[in-house]
């Protein structure tokens, strides 16, 4: 009989939470038991797997003894406290917060790209940002036809990317946008930030906190994890890569404008489309005659990367735009955190 | 005492000729008479002009006698079936179609960057896509100090572009989706295409008709309006320009991110800002420590050209990313117009 684990997800009552829940309950990880962990607010909740009511635990050290497999969702902060914890009490943790990416002995992992990377794991598993996991996905296949040299990326993210709560003021602005009321904001940008601005019919051009360098945290992010992602140094000089992040007035899926200029100026559009039809987790939609493109409506729910509008720049040989949109709760966090925790079991790492 | 003009509003019953009608009244221009026209579905309506009723009347060619300033934004079509007769009839119209932009006879003139273009018009001067103007009053101080190479531009326009009725069609959705009805589209992303889909909540990455080349027909008129305004030639080898335009779930005010390149590789981003702030009908909101940068809902209802977010790419010399916003119906259409008329009387060329 093959091995059974016992999971434990923190933070599930959270969006990305509650998408963990759902891609796991779907999963080919066969679970034995599964601990749903949050804060003492949450505790004594109930959420539904697998058609059993399971009850919501506030986490505390011990709440990791006998856990297998811990799938973390609730804040850098938490991770930080809490997966040392578990490790210690033999778990191996998937974390889909910032808290552990930048560690050097932490994997940071897309399985689509570099699942050998889990490997070498220490306990702890990161989980990359959701708008630069469906950015690799999509460029990986080109970077290993062609080479990768210059990747411009400009975000269009939803609501959901910065949490539940921010996902709810964002609706409620829209509501009240629309009822000719005054829009309120408290969360957004940036939970914890000086000032607040609405999101609806709006953008924001600042998602997570703004640095000296003049870039937010989170085009730090998509720059310096798609570099360790695809060849494992936060800070090599290939692929370069400069990001503008905006939030936009969307609840679900992020949408991404991408210029890229690969090695081999002799690639050309359609042989970036087929290698897209052909790579793993990818879903070509590039028909123009009818209008085919990738939307945020059309690919929310789903667990692929869409990519369309794939074109070369006919003034920079070697030089293409494509556009991505994928779930950023799904791909983007949740199936993500869920497909290394199945690729930790099938290479037995767990 | 100084000239007094006959003005005509062609289209003045639609989203830009409303604001036409605005931007005139506040204007320097000496209005003597003011004919508001559109098709004949709209003859009879009244609209508002410094406080009087004009009755909105049909347009024939005999609409344009005795008129010296046509301002026209009713459609291409329009355009081209109205404006010859204007012009035989001794009028200069100011266009805000794309009906003309090509034509080389035609100046394609944005105030703050070419305005001298205007001394050589032979009755017809073009407005640019409000997408375009935008991106070049930011541009050029940067283009005049320090050369411009490469622009790389993603946009994020608003539903209004599309005209009054995507607008209405676009709140439409946003009341179905909320109330939890289902949403239609019969308009967006493009009037007369075979296929509509909702803008709210959503991200449509068409702008205009998809062609053959694989770009847009709103990406064409960035690249190749861009070049004419800035150097005269639509076919210009430099500056290079890429462009992805995506219409976004906003009602009025385009943002776009932009990444530019320059020739003097010393230029810095304080240098950049500083020309910025300097520059000819541009506000800098830039500072980030006050989470100060361009948003859709404070440049509704502005005339000027927010940028901000202004950065080095610190991988590539000479490199920069930037964020601006503006009102896609005042300096993106009826106040770019009204403005060039204005430049027109201030010259003498009407």
Redesign the interface.
């Known amino acids: 009989m093959s091995k059974e684990y016992t999971v434990a997800i923190l933070g599930a009552t959270g969006a990305v939470g509650n998408c963990m829940i759902q891609q796991l309950e779907q999963s080919s990880i066969p679970v034995k038991e599964l601990h749903l962990l949050a804060s003492a607010r949450s505790a004594g909740k109930t959420l539904t797997f697998r058609g059993q009511e399971v009850e919501v635990e506030e986490t505390t050290p011990d709440s990791f003894e006998g856990v297998d497999l811990v799938l973390s969702s609730a804040g850098g902060s938490t991770s930080k406290k809490f997966l040392p914890e578990a490790v210690k009490r033999g778990a191996v943790c998937v974390d889909n917060t910032s808290a552990y990416r930048m560690d050097p002995d932490v994997p940071l992992v897309v399985p689509e790209v570099n699942p050998e990377a889990l490997d070498n794991h220490h306990g702890i598993i990161a989980n990359p940002n959701c708008s630069t996991i469906q950015m690799v996905v999509a460029l990986e296949p080109i970077r290993q036809a062609f080479g990768l040299k210059?990747v411009?990326v400009?975000t269009?993210q939803a609501a959901s990317g910065a949490g539940q709560s921010a996902l709810n003021e964002f609706?409620q602005q829209?509501?009240d946008y629309?009822a000719g009321k005054k829009m309120t904001a408290e969360i957004l940008?940036t939970k914890g930030?000086?000032?607040h601005?609405?999101l609806a019919?709006?953008?924001?051009?600042?998602i997570d906190v703004?640095?000296?360098?003049?870039?937010s945290h989170e085009e730090w992010k998509m720059i310096h994890e798609t570099k360790k992602i695809m060849v494992g140094d936060m800070d090599a000089?290939e692929p370069?890569?400069?990001a503008?992040c905006?939030r936009?007035?969307?609840?679900i899926s992020h949408?991404e404008?991408v210029?890229f200029e690969v090695e081999d100026q002799s690639a050309t559009?359609d042989q970036i489309k087929e290698l897209l039809q052909n790579a793993p987790g990818v879903v070509l939609q590039d028909d123009?005659?009818?209008?085919v493109?990738?939307?945020?409506?059309t690919a929310e729910g789903k667990r692929d990367v869409f990519v369309?509008?794939?074109?070369?720049?006919?003034?920079?040989k070697g030089?293409f735009?494509m556009?991505i949109?994928a779930d950023n709760l799904l791909k983007g966090a949740a199936w993500n955190a869920v497909q290394n925790a199945e690729c930790l079991v099938e290479r037995g790492l767990i």
Chains 1, 2 share one sequence.
């Open positions: 210059q411009i400009s269009y609706y829209a509501q629309l940008p930030d000086k000032r601005y609405p019919f709006n953008l924001l051009p600042q703004l640095e000296d360098s003049g870039y000089a370069k890569v400069t503008t905006v936009v007035p969307v609840g949408g404008s210029y559009a123009l005659a009818n209008q493109y990738p939307q945020p409506l369309g509008r794939v074109r070369p720049d006919y003034e920079n030089a735009n556009w949109v």
